[in-house]
C-alpha cells in the first residue's frame, strides 16, 4: 500500500511539473504576443479552442491533430492552449454535427475528413451536407494506392490490368469498409477501365493489410501511410495510386491519370468551424494553423506518420469539399451505394 | 542460445533505472485504466502516446505495452468485486469469480488471477523471445474463413453454457445477436435498426451493454433486497486452499496454452480465448456442477488466458508488423511515431530495442504480481463496503466512466436502458452473460462470414475447403453432437443441475 501511496505521488508530482512548466510558458507568450491582438481588432481568443475530432482517440486524424494542437499554442495570440476533445460514434456524423450546431465564436471548431464531410452527407442521416461550415485550413490530403502482394505476379500496372480484364471478377481487393473512400476509389478505377474486381470489406485499414499480406485477398486498397510498415518490411507494393498527387516517399509508384484513367480520389483532414464564424476570427486559426504546419518539428512528425501535410486555405479547401463531394456522390450511386 | 543472450542483453537496457520507472508508470496506468469503468487500454495507450514524443523509443513501448498488458490485470478487479467486467476479456470472470467473492473469498479469486496472469503473461512472452517468427507465420494462415470457423466454434462453445434451461440460454444469445445486427452493415452499408438515431450508425458500445446488463442490473437487484445482503464476514487467505492447488494450477497451465495459441492469430480478440478456456476447464472437471457457484477453476483458467492472450499478441506485432488487436494497433503507431518499423527487419536493425522491450515484460509481470498480491487484500475490502455506501458510489463511477467514452449523454442514456433490460433478465432468470458474449461475437461472424462470401469461388464450400477451417468445424459438429447425445441420455437431467450464468 505504502508503495502504491509513493508511485502515485511520483505521478502526480510528474503531472504537476508539467503542468506547472505549462503554464509559466504561456506567461510569457502572453506579454510577448500582446500587440499581436490589438492589430486584429478582436481580443479572440481569451480561452483555450477545442478541436473536436470525430474519431477515437488513436486514429490517424486523431493523431494528426494533436501534433498540430501542441505545435500551434505558440502561434496563437496570447499563446492560447488548443484541446483535442474525441467525439466519436455515427461514422464520425456525431461529432461534425457537435460543431455545426456549436456556436460560430471560434471555441469549438472540428477536424473533419472525407468520409465525415463528402461521404456522410449522401446517405442523408447527418443534419449537416459538405457546404454547411466554414472552412479554415486544409492539413493533409492523402492519396490511396492499390497494393499486392511482394510475390504478385504482376510487376506492373500494365501487367496487373491485363490478367483483372482477362480475369472480370476474379481479383479480390480488401478496404477499411463499404463505402469507404478506397471503395469508391477503386470502383472509380474499375469504371474508367472498364474491369471488375471483388471487393471485401474489412473493419479498418489494418486489417485489410493483414489479410493482404496473410493472402486472404489479392490486393487491398489504403491511404499510404497504413501500408508504409508492410510496404517497407518488403512484404507488399504499390501498383498504383488512385489519389491526385505522389508522396514523397513513393515517388516511383504511377498515378492512375498518368496512366490516363480519370481517378483522383484523396482522402483529406482539415479544420472547420461553424457556418457563420467572423472572417477576423477565421483568419486568425487560418495563420496559426499554417504556421505549425511549417513548424519543422511537426513536418517531422508528420514525415514519420508517412504523410506530407498538404496546406489548403479556406477558399480552395471548401473547393475541395464540394468537388469531392459531387464526385464521391456519381460512384455512391453508380455502385448502388446510394439511390 | 543466441535468444537468451541476446535477452540478457535486454535486460541490461530494461533495468536501467528510467525504464524500470516508466515500467512501473505504464502498468500502474494499465492497472488503472482496468479498473476504472468505460476507459479502455485503446484509449489509456492512445492518450499517453503525445506524451512519449520526447522520450528514447524503447523507454516509450517500455511504457505503452505496460499499460496493455497491466490492464488485463486491472479488469479482474471490478469483475470480481462487484460483477462488472472492466473489460470484454473479464466477462467470464463475473460469473465465477463474482459467487467466490460473495462466500467472502474475493481475495482468494483475486490472488489466483494474479498468479495465473503472471504466469500465462511469462510464459507468452518465453514463446516470442524463442518462437515467435515461426508462430507468427502460421498464424497468418488465418483469413475470413478460418475466423468465421473459430468464431462459430465459439459460439457452439457458449451454447454448453447455458445453464439451467438451454432454451432461455437460447433466448439470451439470440437476444445478444440480434443488438449486434444494430448499425451500418459491414458490406453493403445499408443503415439497420437505428430509428434514425445517428448515435447508433455504428452500433452499440460493447461497454455501454456490459455495464449496463452487468453492473447497473445489479445495484436494481440488491436495492430491492433493503440494501441487506449476506455480507462476507472475513476475508479468508489470498491463496487456495491445499486441495484447490492442483485443479487450480492445471487451469493455469491449460489456460496458457489456449491463450497462447490465440493470441498469436491476428484478430482473434481475447474474448474468444477466455470463453474456450472457461468451457474447457468445464469439460474437464469432476464435478461440472460447481461452475457458477464460485468454482476456482472457473476464474483462474480464464484470467491466465487473457493475460497468455495479451503477451502472445505482441509476437506477430514484433515479427510481422501486424496488430492483432486494437491496443496492438495503437502501439503499432506508436513503433512508427518513433521511426521504428515493426517486422522481420526489426530484429536485425534495432536488437537493443527489441530485446529491451521484451525483457522489459518480465520484470513489468513480475511489478505487478508484487503490487497485485498484497493489493487484492486491499481491493477485497471493497466486498465489505455496506452496500449502501457502494451502490452509489458505483453508480457514479459507471455514469462517469460510461460518459467519458464518446463525452455523450445518450451513451449514459443507453447503459441505464441496459440496466432495466438486465434487471429484467436477471428476473426471468435469462443468462446475462450469453448475451454480452454473442453480442461482441455477433458482428465479428456477420463480417467474416461476408468476408469469405466475397472472397469465395464457390460459395459455402470454401470453409471446408481449406484444412485449418475445415477441421474447426468438424471439431464444433462433434462437440454439438456429443452435447445433443448426452443431453438426451442424461434427460436433461445434467442440464438441471448445471450452473446458471
Known amino acids: 500500500m505504502k508503495k502504491l501511496i509513493a508511485t502515485l505521488t511520483v505521478i502526480f508530482t510528474l503531472v504537476a511539473a508539467g503542468c506547472s512548466q505549462n503554464e509559466i510558458q504561456s506567461n510569457g507568450n502572453q506579454t510577448a504576443a500582446g500587440d499581436q491582438g490589438s492589430q486584429a481588432n478582436t481580443d479572440y481568443p481569451t480561452k483555450p479552442i477545442e478541436i473536436i475530432v470525430p474519431y477515437a482517440p488513436g486514429g490517424g486524424t486523431d493523431t494528426a491533430s494533436r501534433i498540430l494542437s501542441t505545435a500551434v499554442?505558440?502561434?496563437?495570440?496570447?499563446?492560447?492552449?488548443?484541446?483535442?476533445?474525441?467525439?466519436?460514434?455515427?461514422?464520425?456524423?456525431?461529432?461534425?454535427?457537435?460543431?455545426?450546431?456549436?456556436?460560430?465564436?471560434?471555441?469549438?471548431?472540428?477536424?473533419t475528413t472525407t468520409g465525415a464531410t463528402s461521404i456522410q452527407p449522401h446517405y442523408g442521416k447527418a443534419p449537416y451536407t459538405h457546404d454547411s461550415f466554414q472552412a479554415v485550413i486544409r492539413v493533409l490530403s492523402v492519396p490511396q494506392v492499390l497494393v499486392v502482394r511482394a510475390d504478385a505476379p504482376w510487376k506492373t500496372f500494365e501487367e496487373w490490368l491485363e490478367y483483372v480484364k482477362a480475369n472480370p471478377d476474379k481479383f479480390t481487393y480488401g478496404t477499411a469498409g463499404a463505402g469507404h473512400?478506397?471503395?469508391?476509389?477503386?470502383?472509380?478505377?474499375?469504371?474508367?477501365?472498364?474491369?471488375?474486381?471483388?471487393?471485401?470489406?474489412?473493419?479498418?485499414?489494418?486489417?485489410?493489410?493483414?489479410?493482404?499480406?496473410?493472402?486472404?485477398?489479392?490486393?487491398?486498397?489504403?491511404?499510404?501511410?497504413?501500408a508504409k510498415a508492410q510496404i517497407d518490411a518488403g512484404k507488399i507494393r504499390a501498383l498504383i495510386n488512385v489519389g491526385s498527387s505522389k508522396v514523397e516517399a513513393y515517388k516511383d509508384v504511377p498515378l492512375a491519370k498518368e496512366k490516363g484513367y480519370d481517378v483522383q480520389v484523396d482522402v483529406y483532414t482539415g479544420l472547420l468551424a461553424p457556418k457563420d464564424t467572423p472572417k477576423e476570427i477565421v483568419t486568425i486559426l487560418h495563420d496559426a494553423f499554417k504556421k505549425a504546419m511549417e513548424d519543422p518539428s511537426v513536418i517531422e512528425q508528420f514525415r514519420k506518420l508517412g504523410v506530407d501535410p498538404s496546406y489548403a486555405g479556406p477558399e480552395d479547401f471548401q473547393k475541395d469539399i464540394t468537388d469531392s463531394f459531387n464526385r464521391n456522390g456519381e460512384i455512391m450511386k453508380k455502385i448502388g451505394l446510394i439511390k | 542460445m543466441d535468444s537468451i543472450a541476446l535477452l540478457l542483453g535486454g535486460f541490461e537496457h530494461a533495468l536501467t533505472l528510467w525504464n524500470l520507472l516508466y515500467c512501473l508508470i505504464g502498468v500502474s496506468i494499465g492497472m488503472f485504466v482496468g479498473v476504472l469503468p468505460g476507459l479502455g487500454p485503446v484509449a489509456g495507450t492512445a492518450l499517453l502516446i503525445p506524451l512519449t514524443f520526447g522520450m528514447e523509443p524503447t523507454s516509450a513501448i517500455i511504457m505503452l505495452s505496460g499499460i496493455f498488458y497491466g490492464s488485463m490485470y486491472g479488469g479482474t478487479i471490478t469483475s470480481v468485486l462487484i460483477n462488472t467486467p472492466g473489460e470484454s476479456a473479464s466477462v467470464i470472470t463475473c460469473i465465477d469469480g463474482y459467487q467466490m467473492a460473495k462466500q467472502g473469498r474475493a481475495g482468494t479469486a483475486l490472488g489466483v488471477s494474479a498468479i495465473g496472469s503472471f504466469i500465462g503473461g511469462v510464459t507468452a512472452i518465453l514463446g516470442l523471445t524463442f518462437l515467435g517468427p515461426p508462430l507468427a507465420e502460421f498464424a497468418l494462415k488465418f483469413g475470413p474463413p478460418e475466423y468465421f470457423s473459430l468464431l462459430l466454434l465459439g459460439l457452439i462453445m457458449l451454447v454448453g453454457l447455458m445453464g439451467k434451461s438451454v432454451i432461455r440460454g437460447l433466448i439470451a444469445a439470440c437476444f445478444g445477436l440480434m443488438l449486434s445486427l444494430i448499425g451500418m452493415d459491414p458490406v453493403s452499408g445499408a443503415i439497420r435498426f437505428t430509428f434514425g438515431q445517428m448515435e447508433l450508425l455504428e452500433g452499440l458500445d460493447f461497454v455501454v451493454v456490459a455495464m449496463g446488463l452487468f453492473g447497473i442490473s445489479e445495484i436494481l437487484l440488491n436495492a430491492e433486497k433493503h440494501m441487506k445482503m449476506e455480507k462476507p464476514s472475513t476475508i479468508q487467505g489470498l491463496l487456495p486452499e491445499r486441495h484447490e492447488w492442483k485443479p487450480t494450477l492445471s487451469a493455469i497451465g491449460r489456460g496458457t496454452g489456449?491463450?497462447?495459441?490465440?493470441?498469436?492469430?491476428?484478430?482473434?480478440?481475447?474474448?474468444?480465448?477466455?470463453?474456450?478456456?472457461?468451457?474447457?476447464?468445464?469439460?474437464?472437471?469432476?464435478?461440472?456442477?460447481?461452475?457458477?457457484?464460485?468454482?476456482?477453476?472457473?476464474?483462474?483458467?480464464?484470467?491466465?488466458?487473457?493475460?497468455?492472450?495479451?503477451?502472445?499478441?505482441?509476437?506477430?506485432l514484433f515479427t510481422l508488423g501486424i496488430p492483432s488487436s486494437p491496443t496492438v494497433a495503437v502501439i503499432l503507431g506508436a513503433f512508427i511515431m518513433h521511426g521504428l518499423t515493426p517486422g522481420p527487419a526489426l530484429f536485425q536493425n534495432n536488437p537493443d530495442f527489441v530485446w529491451g522491450v521484451i525483457a522489459s515484460m518480465f520484470v513489468g509481470n513480475l511489478i505487478l504480481l508484487i503490487f497485485n498480491l498484497p493489493l487484492a487484500r486491499v481491493w477485497a475490502k471493497i466486498a465489505m463496503v455496506p452496500y449502501e455506501i457502494l451502490f452509489p458510489l458505483i453508480l457514479i463511477l459507471s455514469v462517469v466512466g460510461v460518459y467519458s467514452i464518446n463525452s455523450s449523454l445518450w451513451d449514459v442514456g443507453m447503459m441505464i436502458l441496459f440496466g432495466g433490460i438486465g434487471y429484467l433478465m436477471k428476473k426471468l432468470d435469462l443468462p446475462i452473460a450469453a448475451t454480452v458474449l454473442t453480442f461482441v461475437l455477433g458482428a465479428q461472424i456477420e463480417s467474416t462470414l461476408l468476408q469469405s462470401l466475397a472472397t469465395s469461388q464457390n460459395g459455402l464450400l470454401i470453409f471446408f475447403e481449406r484444412p485449418i477451417s475445415g477441421v474447426l468445424l468438424t471439431l464444433g459438429c462433434v462437440i454439438l453432437v456429443f452435447s445433443l447425445i448426452s443431453g438426451i441420455k442424461k434427460r436433461r437431467s445434467t442440464l438441471i443441475n448445471d450452473f446458471e450464468l
Open chain 1, 73 to 111: 499554442s505558440k502561434h496563437l495570440p496570447n499563446g492560447q492552449s488548443v484541446v483535442v476533445v474525441n467525439k466519436a460514434g455515427g461514422a464520425a456524423t456525431i461529432g461534425m454535427t457537435e460543431v455545426f450546431k456549436a456556436k460560430p465564436d471560434g471555441y469549438k471548431i472540428g477536424m
Open chain 1, 181 to 226: 473512400t478506397a471503395h469508391i476509389a477503386m470502383e472509380a478505377l474499375n469504371a474508367a477501365a472498364n474491369i471488375k474486381t471483388k471487393h471485401v470489406p474489412f473493419d479498418g485499414a489494418g486489417p485489410a493489410v493483414t489479410a493482404l499480406v496473410g493472402g486472404h485477398v489479392e490486393g487491398a486498397v489504403v491511404q499510404v501511410q497504413e
Open chain 2, 258 to 316: 489456449l491463450g497462447f495459441l490465440i493470441g498469436l492469430i491476428p484478430g482473434a480478440n481475447s474474448v474468444i480465448a477466455s470463453i474456450l478456456s472457461y468451457s474447457l476447464e468445464k469439460k474437464v472437471a469432476k464435478d461440472p456442477s460447481r461452475f457458477g457457484k464460485g468454482a476456482i477453476e472457473g476464474v483462474a483458467g480464464p484470467e491466465t488466458a487473457n493475460n497468455a492472450h495479451s503477451g502472445a499478441a505482441m509476437i506477430p
